[in-house]
């Protein structure tokens, strides 16, 4: 894996190019992965234009561009801006969160697999909202707030029980895991106890959904992100040295636990959020950072690669849900869910093939 | 799997001192004691209390009372206990010995969840609704995702992470399959949600009898092991100086785990976390020997189950709390636990 990294790494130096100013400032620069966040971003917005244009009243995409540019008819604005542009900005911005969320969870973490679906927040956020549904037959508001409570709860009992003189990735992995079993068992009592229509609409809500969410999701989602991507992204140094072990981070001027709690919280903040405001939508944080990396081919955390990764890939999956179910047949989550275990097994194939595993 | 032991026991070689020995068979003696007080609690405790005066009559004068229907009925409950809380803990123990990874559990692998998947599309799509229809599926489900995840896991380079990872997130693909069953088919919701939580509640005489074939060819399979798989924990060189078939031996450990965990998940759902705690505990007091440690597991595991069925009778009267979820309560904080007392070098 390590000497794997190294080669890519030496591949990469090629699309690497340095910006110098006059004043002596310099900054790095890494032609393939801007390349790569530019094609993201507009397969992103593509997709969006095209999800916007999909369902029961199908608009072609020029109207589309129209009507969000402000000029279409009544009709076309009213199930654009009011309909379907909130659902899909919720998508978007879901999909960004769970993106960068994962990619630093699988940085701290320091292992491909330890996303935080893996590592519980979806289940714990997901005993939130059951408590709500089961429990007080509670309103969509009270179902996102006990998610809320239920993903920031579960990230918190995580860090705290892998401290021992700092929190290492891999006792923060199976910790994860096993509050991940505990919570899940939890889950699994809330819908037995359930009578059968809230269980239903647990089983949706379980499963990630982007039905019937409206401006109300979009702004909180929309501030915590323009709060916490600048923060993460300003940061994003001390997570790149940390890749080489704590000790050599420590050497070289990182203060390793501070940075490590900070990005945490965030990445907590994020999935957290992001689950309360579409359910625990499975596989995006997982496979978002990993695909991007594959795209940029650079080493290192890759953060905004992971983003818009994360912000096209769950857009598209809607459409995809939507296009083959129809509107309102199957959550998003479940397309999200095969393409997540299809993912896991051709990665199965392809490294062991390349001999990696 | 050695560090677990202490210095003088790790040192300790093939024929143990005879007083060791006796002491060791007196405890598993003694163990068994404690299984059939624990069984006979299992039958007297529930939603009606029974005194041991009514077990017994229920028991061997079988008249038809009342009590007696209700000794009866907890009668297979317990059978049931017994038999999968066996081969949990069996399975476990010999997945712990055969991937030299101490947090090697059946439903932290991910085969629980094979087993789960396999049963939920056997009768959601095949319209199988026997026991002896289904198990089939559940062997097919839990061999599958058994070698899915030693594969995704790095096989012979395989860590305790990696595996634990590749567990849980083949867990997570299944699980959500198992969702979006539950989802389209809301006759599929109202049976899965008690089935996938784990529970001894739907047992039956009919049940034990489909599975107890399955479960005593893996459990004879199993025990036979210990010897190879003993020196197998010595590492590959060694064990083939020793003279053990390294890949008969991975492959028949591999079936009999499989089959064990197949059986026990087909009759009474997935159910974690006894396959990891009972050989680590039955590890502190028997030391890395695993022809004491398979038997002693077999004993104890249905201590455990059992024992957190009692218990979820009884904290939530009249209702009750499926059994997977007490032993996930329990297991988890006994997992964590683990993970946290090992230094990080050794994972």
């Known amino acids: ?357 | 799997m050695l560090v677990d032991s202490p210095p003088e026991q790790r040192a300790e070689t093939a024929p143990a001192p005879p007083t060791r020995r006796a002491i060791r068979a007196f405890g598993l003696l003694v163990s068994v004691v404690i299984l059939v007080l624990v069984a006979l609690a299992s039958i007297a405790i529930g939603a009606k209390a029974l005194s041991m005066g009514q077990v017994w009559h229920g028991l061997f004068q079988d008249s038809g009372t009342y009590g007696d229907v209700v000794v009866a009925d907890r009668l297979s409950r317990t059978v049931l206990g017994l038999l999968a809380g066996a081969a949990l803990g069996l399975s476990g123990a010999v997945l712990q010995a055969l991937t030299r990874n101490p947090l090697a559990d059946p439903g932290l692998l991910g085969i629980n969840a094979g087993a789960s998947a396999a049963v939920v599309t056997a009768i959601t799509f095949f319209g199988v609704t026997s026991l002896s229809g289904y198990v089939w599926f559940a062997f097919a489900g839990a061999a599958a995702v058994g070698a899915l995840v030693w594969f995704l896991g790095g096989s012979r380079g395989a860590t305790p992470v990696r595996l634990a990872l590749a567990g849980t997130a083949i867990s997570a693909a299944l699980y959500g399959y198992l969702q979006a069953v539950m989802i389209m088919d809301d006759a599929a919701l109202a049976r899965m949600r008690f089935w996938t939580v784990g529970s001894l509640a739907s047992a039956s005489n009919a049940a034990i009898l489909q599975v107890l074939p399955f479960l005593a060819v893996g459990t004879v399979l199993a025990l036979t092991l210990a010897r190879p798989l003993n020196a197998m924990e010595m590492g590959d060189d060694t064990a083939k100086a020793l003279g053990a078939n390294l890949n008969r031996t991975r492959a028949l450990a591999m079936l009999s785990a499989t089959v064990l965990c197949g059986a026990a998940t087909a009759a009474c759902g997935p159910i974690v976390f006894v396959g990891l705690m009972v050989p680590h505990v039955v590890r502190s007091f028997t030391g890395p020997d695993l022809r004491w440690i398979l038997p002693y597991a077999t004993i104890l595991s249905p201590v455990l189950l059992l024992g957190a069925d009692v218990i979820g009778r009884v904290v939530a009267r009249p209702a009750e709390l499926q059994v997977g979820i007490i032993t996930a309560i329990i297991g988890g904080p006994v997992f964590i636990y683990l993970v946290r007392r090992r230094r990080t070098a050794q994972l």
């Not at chain 1, 969870?105 to 089961?134: E, W």
């Not at chain 1, 795209?295 to 857009?315: D, E, I, K, Q």
Request: hydrophobic content about 55%.
């Open chain 1, 1 to 357: 894996m390590r000497t794997n990294r190294s080669i890519r790494s030496i591949r990469s130096i090629r699309s690497i190019r340095s910006l110098r100013t006059p004043g002596g400032l310099s900054l790095r620069l890494d032609v393939r992965a801007v390349a790569v966040v530019a094609l993201l971003l507009l397969a992103a917005l593509t997709a969006s234009v095209v999800l916007i244009g999909t369902g029961d009243f199908p608009i072609p995409a020029a109207d589309v561009l129209k009507t969000l540019l402000g000029d279409g008819n009544a009709g076309q604005e009213f199930i654009v801006n009011e309909l379907r542009l909130p659902r899909v900005l919720v998508g978007l911005l879901v999909g960004a969160s769970l993106g960068l969320g994962g990619a630093l969870f699988q940085a701290i973490s320091r292992n491909p697999l330890g996303s935080p679906d893996v590592l519980g927040l979806g289940q714990g956020a997901t005993a939130g909202a059951l408590v709500m549904i089961v429990l007080f037959s509670g309103s969509a508001t009270q179902v996102t707030l006990g998610a809320l409570a239920g993903g920031l709860a579960t990230g918190f009992a995580i860090y705290l029980l892998a401290w021992k003189r700092g929190v290492h990735g891999y006792r923060l992995v199976l910790v994860g895991i096993g509050v991940s079993a505990i919570v899940t068992a939890v889950n699994g009592y809330l819908l037995t106890v359930s009578d059968i229509i809230d269980a239903a609409r647990a089983v949706v809500w379980m499963t990630g959904s982007l039905d019937g969410r409206d401006w109300e999701q979009v702004w909180p989602l929309l501030g915590l992100c323009a709060v916490l991507v600048p923060l993460v992204l300003a940061n994003a140094r001390g997570l790149r040295m940390m890749e080489m072990g704590d000790d050599v981070s420590y050497a070289l001027g990182v203060r390793v636990e501070r940075v490590r709690l900070l990005l945490m919280i965030a990445a907590v903040l994020l999935t957290a959020t992001a689950t309360a405001a579409a359910g625990p939508v499975s596989f995006v944080a997982l496979t978002a950072p990993q695909l991007a990396r594959r795209l940029t081919r650079s080493p290192g955390p890759n953060l905004l690669p992971s983003l818009c990764m994360g912000a096209a890939l769950l857009v598209t999956a809607d459409w995809v849900s939507q296009r083959t179910f129809g509107a309102g047949q199957l959550p998003v989550g479940v397309v999200t869910g095969v393409l997540g275990g299809v993912y896991l097994l051709w990665l199965l194939v392809t490294e062991r093939k390349a001999g990696r595993i």
